[in-house]
């Protein structure tokens, strides 16, 4: 009887010694799969860097401002057509689709507004407040766009994005993005049933 | 009739030797199995002895802390060969934290997750995340129903919302009424924090958390050099050791030195604010005085300090499609944006 107790023992120290660790790390190994964190796609950049005053473009590796071509060469009354010139400008602004509605005729290098008064790039905000009031009104108080440096109003740091820090004037609406991948399901996806 | 001869106590019988012997070996690989924990131990997860009689966080003195501090930049340093700046900021006077979270603009892009597991020094292998961001159908508010696994080519989908979760630093948190050793409480600012080393991982915070906020590293949490984030903090994002839980804690390491939360940074959008609730010119009380505002669960009585708002529009894509609204078949002409 003893002998036979001591037997279970003994098998009993055996599976606890070669038994222990091997079950752990299987189940460590079907945790592990997470994705890599790609610090490239969280920059806390603004989505876009919109023209400053006075306002230039890069053309053919030399800075040109608007009214070094402007000046000499007048445009067209316009009538919402393709741009031969400006290809890269997608103009898809709803009703909003005349050039001049939101750009200075002669005065290539400021913006006009419904009045006919003109504003410097660095003010658009004021363009757009004409037509957007509401939300206008919610960027003000922070209730839309994006602060960045501080949450402290009084702080130096604080920063308020403007509207053309995050919407493309010319076609204002948020792209679809691709989602960053989700959580590692801890068991299989059941056939046609969400993950539990 | 032979009778056996009276068993004399000096002797030694074969059968007793072999019972014995083998009692013997089996007491032995007892032992030795009992033990065998310890040859995976690595001598540099046993604690020192200033370790090991650390009082509570809030239990200890000025010099006691820094000294706690300086353990961990030494930790940090001997493991990654990082040198760590680990602060311990206060609670400032006069600021209580609130997070509002813009339901009509979230897209559901989860850079907001992936940018809190870069900030907080979040396991890696095995994987842990604060923010879930649950998918819901439109017109619905039904977590049960939700999905935090959605697989998609491109967010936000037309038929869906998406409603991230993280922790709501509740005003009466639940968390904090069940820990049976008080290493999680509630500070000043609104944040509920942990002790990281008072924490015995019983988990019961875990379970009473009606927002699945909190966390449980059930092995050492796996993080390579080169993620180290090495701006921490003794309650918020230093490493954690196997076995203790973890959470949200509003990125307090920032926020009570004046920044923003990571998460808010990282969304593109900008549908995430954070402020403080007490100035009247803050963000937040601007969106709690005149946004349509809600609160998850509110009928557990927790008293969250995340708030979900609404815009005077359709969410991204326009509204749902008139067929997934009524389930019928839209009449000829109904085409909605």
Known sequence: ?196 | MSSTPPEDPQDLSRRGFLQASAAAVGGASALAAALSPLRELDPDDLPSIESFFQKHYREMTAEEREAALERIRESVAKRWEVEAEVSDPSPRDGVEFVYALNVSRCIGCRKCVHACVEENNQSREPELQYIRVLEMPRGTLDVEKSDHHYEREEVPDRGHFYLPVQCHQCADPPCVKVCPVEATWQEPDGITVIDYDWCIGCRYCEAACPYWARRFNYSKPGIDREEVNPDMAYLSNRPRPVGVVEKCTFCLHRTREGRMPACLEACPVGARKFGNVLDPQSEVSWILRTKRVFVLKEDVGTLPRFFYYFDERYPRGGAAPFEEKTGRDAPAGEERR
């Open chain 1, 1 to 196: 009887m003893r002998l036979l107790l001591a037997g279970l023992w003994f098998a009993l120290a055996a599976w606890f010694l070669l038994g222990s660790s091997a079950g752990r790390e299987d189940v460590l190994g079907e945790l592990a799969r997470a994705p890599k964190i790609n610090p490239l796609e969280l920059s806390t950049e603004p989505l876009r860097f919109p023209l400053t005053d006075p306002p230039h473009l890069t053309l053919g590796g030399v800075e040109q401002r608007c009214s070094d071509c402007h000046d000499l060469f007048s445009s067209r009354e316009p009538t919402p057509t393709t741009l031969l010139q400006h290809r890269g400008i997608v103009l898809d602004h709803g009703l909003n689709d005349r050039c001049y509605n939101c750009h200075s005729n002669p005065e290539r290098t400021s913006l006009v507004l419904r009045d006919g008064s003109e504003v410097p790039f660095g003010e658009s905000t004021r363009l757009c407040a004409q037509c957007h009031g509401t939300l206008f009104r919610d960027w003000e108080r922070g209730m839309h766009g994006k602060t960045l440096g501080s949450w402290d109003p009084a702080s130096p740091d604080f920063v308020r994005l403007q509207c053309v820090s995050c919407h493309d004037p010319h076609a204002p609406a948020f792209e679809s993005f691709t989602p960053l991948p989700g959580p590692t399901p801890r068991h299989p996806r059941p056939q046609g049933g969400r993950p539990r």
